[in-house]
């Protein structure tokens, strides 16, 4: 896979996430969303990275205030991203290593990640934006005021500017149309690119799948509207 990206001049943002259930500090059901066991996290990153020496821009976790078990903790979260962060610089000093991007835009949950060492140890801070309605359209969730109220009350204060990247974004063409999720996507994009510039804009997913009509393709892969606008 890593191959027909290259060839195909795909630019690839791994994501490290979760933890095996013999690695993880938890037992039963929910052990993968457990923390890690810091030594075996390490070593896990290590080997990730080694492998896949080309990839240059990481993610650590997905949904860290959402997938982690018993519940969601910032402290915890925040001692696997410096390992990784770490970890990762010692074997390729340039690359890029983000936070999990969170559920929404969760500036409670980063705010206190981001304490005690956490600024210092990411480049990017990741996060998911789902409004169900246009990026304008709600009031209470607009992106670009969502993404102003992240850098500057939330980031800036903590150390100064970092890249923000939208790992996750999406509308649902069955719900909306598929003009209608071609002009939503596209108005995030600018929207993300005009406010802070923000360097990756991700939209989930490439391809319809049970999950739902968000894919930029359907199911037999052939384009929606979408597709040419993103």
Same mark, same amino acid.
């Given at each position: 896979?890593?191959?027909t990206h290259?060839?195909?001049g795909?630019?690839?943002?791994g994501?490290i @996430?979760?933890?095996?259930p013999?690695a993880?500090t938890?037992?039963g059901? &929910?052990?993968?969303?457990?923390?890690?066991n810091? &030594?075996?996290w390490?070593?896990y990153?290590g080997?990730?990275a080694r492998?896949?020496?080309?990839?240059?821009?990481?993610?650590i976790? *997905?949904?860290?205030n959402?997938f982690w078990?018993?519940?969601?903790n910032?402290?915890e979260?925040?001692?696997?991203?410096?390992a990784?962060?770490?970890t990762i610089?010692s074997?390729?000093p340039?690359?890029?290593?983000?936070?999990?991007?969170t559920?929404?835009?969760?500036?409670?949950?980063?705010?206190?990640?981001?304490?005690n060492?956490g600024?210092?140890?990411? &480049?990017?801070?990741a996060?998911?934006?789902?409004?169900?309605?246009g990026?304008e359209? &709600?009031p209470? *969730?607009?992106l670009r005021?969502e993404?102003?109220?992240?850098e500057?009350?939330?980031?800036v204060?903590?150390?100064?500017?970092?890249e923000?990247?939208?790992?996750?974004?999406?509308?649902q063409s069955d719900?909306?149309g598929?003009?209608?999720?071609? *002009?939503?996507?596209s108005?995030?994009t600018?929207?993300?690119r005009t406010v802070n510039?923000a360097p990756i804009?991700l939209?989930?997913?490439?391809r319809?799948d049970?999950?739902?009509s968000?894919g930029?393709?359907k199911n037999?892969?052939?384009?929606?509207? @979408?597709?040419n606008y993103y």
């Amino acid at each position: 896979a890593m191959g027909t990206h290259r060839r195909n001049g795909v630019q690839v943002v791994g994501m490290i @996430a979760y933890t095996s259930p013999w690695a993880s500090t938890c037992g039963g059901a &929910d052990a993968q969303f457990c923390k890690p066991n810091i &030594d075996h996290w390490k070593n896990y990153v290590g080997a990730v990275a080694r492998r896949y020496g080309d990839v240059t821009h990481w993610e650590i976790w *997905n949904e860290p205030n959402h997938f982690w078990k018993p519940s969601p903790n910032p402290d915890e979260y925040r001692e696997i991203l410096v390992a990784a962060y770490d970890t990762i610089k010692s074997i390729n000093p340039n690359a890029k290593v983000a936070s999990g991007g969170t559920t929404y835009i969760d500036n409670s949950f980063i705010d206190s990640f981001l304490d005690n060492g956490g600024w210092e140890h990411l &480049d990017a801070v990741a996060v998911h934006y789902y409004p169900g309605v246009g990026p304008e359209s &709600d009031p209470n *969730n607009r992106l670009r005021d969502e993404l102003l109220k992240l850098e500057y009350n939330t980031i800036v204060p903590h150390g100064g500017l970092k890249e923000i990247w939208i790992t996750e974004m999406g509308w649902q063409s069955d719900q909306i149309g598929l003009e209608a999720q071609a *002009n939503v996507i596209s108005r995030a994009t600018i929207i993300a690119r005009t406010v802070n510039e923000a360097p990756i804009t991700l939209i989930y997913n490439l391809r319809d799948d049970p999950t739902g009509s968000w894919g930029l393709l359907k199911n037999n892969f052939q384009p929606k509207p @979408a597709y040419n606008y993103y």
